[in-house]
């Protein structure tokens, strides 16, 4: 097999993970996960902008820096014909030393399909915890979405 047949197989191998982490409604395992909230479930992913492919961070307008990360929530209707819906995301980002930030989302949309994404600092190598508050459509109260990440700094 010709070097570039190889480097061509290695980009795919490498691009559809990536992008199936960016894409909630496609992710699962360590990088992403869901949450059911009734009518409801919340999809969620989290990783470093750096492993993001240049042409995808520059769709999204993000900037790919080992220091940042993106989280991607996901708000997708329960039944026949379910879908993701629009809803009221915030979210705070921060590590087990107490530093925090608030997540600022950005509302995205392709295809009918909505997604919120939000850059935030990585202060360095270690676990990041994450509270994503989610208030559906028709809902009063707020749900909040909970769970941990690592993340390796070089």
Known sequence: MHILQKFGILMIATAVPIAMLLSPRF?????GASVDIGNYIVRYSVVST?????AMAQRYGI????NRGLLN??????GPGAHMVRADVSARAGDLLGHGQP???????????????GVFDLNGSGTYRFSV????PGATQPHVV???RDFVVD
């Open 27 to 31: 992710s699962h395992g360590q990088d």
């Open 50 to 54: 750096n492993q993001l492919l240049p």
């Open 63 to 66: 900037t790919r820096d080992i």
């Open 73 to 78: 929530i996901a708000v997708q209707e329960k």
């Open 103 to 117: 997540v600022r989302f950005r509302e995205t949309s392709e295809g009918g399909e909505i997604d919120y994404l």
């Open 133 to 136: 508050r989610v208030v559906p």
């Open 146 to 148: 909970e769970f941990n």
